[in-house]
């Protein structure tokens, strides 16, 4: 038997930093996580005739996902070397961290911005620099550039539109910041199906930049494909650190089948887009709520009592997000864009709430 003391063994950085939290509560309504409310459309996969069989699931899966990188190349207009498949784009927030930094370098992103930036640095003793957003969610390059340049950061991440204001940063900032800065610039598009905004045609002129994207957003959640897109050079370190078999086969071959038939999964994007418009409309006809302008597949907005109001939709069957434990966003939530149905029920149950005095 042994019972030594594990705490002592865990490295400071880690046991200081907390667990990146999903509210595991079972709601009918599912507005919390960003995801898309549709699966893949049964008639596509049924169409794409993958067979258990020809997973081959007794092969480890293409280490390389040629296949895949092949087909993601062609949509946004690159060569195969350019572009790198993680388990999830997390996965290459991480290794982009662990192939430019060393233990105590800087890697600075603007504030409140998405939490994985920050945990992964932590994690790895890398010191991260939050550089504070306006009233509209958005800076200056100027006001960025000045900010950072004391830290002499490794590596900038902005989350373009950003999670969780929603926005994507005035692109005439970035590009100043991409013309100026010389370190590597990350350029996380999770959302930019959504957005239709993107810097991947920088890259010609800018090495240093990297482009992530995920599949998460657009209906793929579960099968954990995020992709980078950069200089081979960056390409090429980032598979030296990149475990063999990060991407599985079921993974590769169903994201490869649906990205090299995309109309369909293009129409559920639409249908979402619209919705966020609507949803938008809706909110921002509450006269209790604050809405912020979103590009993206979900709508950050502020209220008086937020916690309760969040507490009453859970207990009514809608989760969404409480964001409330950041300073700058006291009393925001944020709510991911459903179905039609499922946007209805949230506006309805909103408006319930809002009108008991108990939320008021
Ligand atoms: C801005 C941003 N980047 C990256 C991710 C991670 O996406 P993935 O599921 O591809 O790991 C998310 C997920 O919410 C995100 O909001």
């Known amino acids: 038997m042994s019972n030594i003391d594990l705490e002592s063994k865990v490295r400071p950085a880690i046991k200081k930093l907390k667990a990146y939290h999903v509210d595991a509560i ?4 599912q507005l919390h996580a960003n995801e898309s409310p549709y699966p893949p459309p049964p008639e596509l996969l049924h169409s794409l005739g993958i067979q258990l069989g020809d997973l081959e699931l ?10 895949l990188r092949e087909t993601i190349a062609k949509r946004i207009g690159l060569a195969a070397n350019q572009i790198v498949v993680g388990n999830g784009s997390d996965e290459l927030i991480q290794i982009l961290l662990q192939i430019f930094c060393e233990s105590g370098d800087c890697v600075a992103f603007p504030d409140p911005t ?5 945990i992964i640095a932590q994690s790895m003793g890398v010191e991260p620099l939050a550089v504070p957003l ?4 958005d800076f200056t390059a100027d006001f960025f550039l000045k900010n950072i340049a004391p830290k002499n950061p490794k ?34 598009e999770a959302y930019q199906d959504f957005s239709r905004k993107t810097f991947v045609a920088e890259m010609a002129r800018h090495n240093n930049l990297v482009v992530l994207r995920s599949l998460s957003k657009i209906g793929l959640a579960g099968l954990r494909v995020g ?8 390409v090429e370190n980032i598979n030296k650190v990149r475990l063999p078999y990060n991407s599985n086969s079921v993974s590769q071959i169903i994201s490869e089948k649906l990205l090299a038939n995309f109309s369909m999964i293009e129409t ?15 909110l921002a006809e509450i006269p209790e709520v604050t ?14 009592e937020a916690d309760a109001l969040f507490k009453t939709l859970t207990d009514r069957g809608v989760l969404i997000r409480n964001l409330g434990s950041h300073p700058r966003l006291t009393g925001c939530l944020r709510v991911t864009v459903g179905t039609r149905e499922e946007n209805d029920r949230f506006l309805s149950q909103m408006k319930l709430a809002l009108a008991d005095p108990a939320n008021a």
């Not at 007794?58 to 296949?67: H, Q, T, V």
């Not at 639409?270 to 409309?281: G, H, P, Q, S, V």
């Open 26 to 29: 079972d709601c009918e309504v």
């Open 58 to 67: 007794n092969r480890y899966p293409d280490p390389a996902c040629l296949a």
């Open 268 to 282: 559920q994007i639409e249908a979402i887009t619209k919705e966020r418009d609507r949803l938008m409309t809706a």
């Open 114 to 118: 998405f939490a994985m930036y920050s």
């Open 134 to 137: 306006d009233e509209n969610w």
């Open 291 to 304: 809405v912020f302008p979103s590009d993206s597949n979900f709508i950050l907005f502020r209220v008086k």
């Open 155 to 188: 590596i900038l991440f902005f989350s373009y539109p950003n999670n969780p204001t929603g926005n994507c940063f005035s692109a005439d900032a970035i590009q100043e910041i991409v013309e100026n800065f010389p370190g590597i610039i990350v350029l996380d």
């Open 227 to 234: 992709y980078g897109a950069a200089h081979p050079y960056i």
